[in-house]
């Protein structure tokens, strides 16, 4: 498996819980766009990925990896998350949710459930698991993944210079998909961009 924290020692952490668990971990990664690029290249039958991670965040970063390697399984880890990831990550394809309080033997359960087929979600996000699945059926997704990648850092408080250094993009590409986003949430302030991206669990408040 693939396992992406951007916490090295907890990622050493982890790696070291999931082998003792019995569980082979081929590739390691800081940040999401590293761990789309191991996951291209190792193809593990489970990825877990931390969801605040920098660059590319964890629900960005499984889009990309299941569009690559869609065998893949996903489980994402977070401490504190927005409701809205949950939904969210599942109509991405993501097939666990683990919130690290619930402690590693979680995690290994999520693991061997998606590994199966089935799909894990921390029971303290139970409820919002049973909304999504008697809320009417969601809009197609209004932003681009790129799209979402601005928001997130704007939300993080990043100027759009220093969101297209991070995205590899020029200043002016990532002006246009922010007019973009802006243009399709009718949201035109940074206060709006922040408030959105926290209830649609863009980013962790």
Same mark, same amino acid.
């Given at each position: ?83 809205? #990831?949950? =939904?969210?990550?599942? +109509? @991405?394809?993501? *097939?666990?949710? &683990?919130?690290?309080? $619930?402690?590693?033997?979680? /995690? ?12 894990? #979600?921390? =029971?303290?996000?139970? +409820? @919002?698991?049973? *909304?999504?699945? &008697?809320?009417?059926? $969601?809009?197609?997704?209004? /932003? ?62």
């Amino acid at each position: 498996m693939l396992i992406a924290d951007d916490h090295p020692v907890l990622l050493r952490g982890l790696a070291g819980v999931l082998a003792l668990s019995g569980f082979a971990v081929v590739a390691e990664a800081q940040d999401g766009r590293a761990a789309v690029r191991l996951a291209r290249e190792h193809r593990p039958d489970v990825a877990v990925l931390d969801v605040a991670m920098p660059v590319v965040n964890g629900l960005d970063a499984a889009r990309d990896i299941l569009d690559a390697a869609p065998e893949t399984r996903v489980v994402l880890l977070t401490g504190v998350a927005g409701e809205g #990831v949950v =939904p969210e990550a599942l +109509r @991405v394809g993501v *097939r666990g949710f &683990v919130v690290k309080a $619930q402690g590693t033997d979680d /995690l290994a359960q999520a693991i061997r459930d998606v590994s199966r087929g089935a799909i894990y #979600v921390s =029971p303290c996000y139970s +409820r @919002v698991l049973m *909304r999504s699945c &008697v809320a009417p059926s $969601q809009p197609a997704e209004r /932003l681009s993944p790129r799209e979402r990648q601005v928001l997130r850092l704007i939300a993080e408080g990043k100027t759009t210079k220093q969101a297209a250094a991070l995205l590899a993009i020029s200043v002016k590409t990532a002006e246009c998909h922010r007019a973009h986003m802006m243009d399709k949430l009718g949201i035109h302030e940074t206060a709006g961009l922040v408030r959105y991206a926290i209830r649609e669990g863009v980013v962790v408040a």
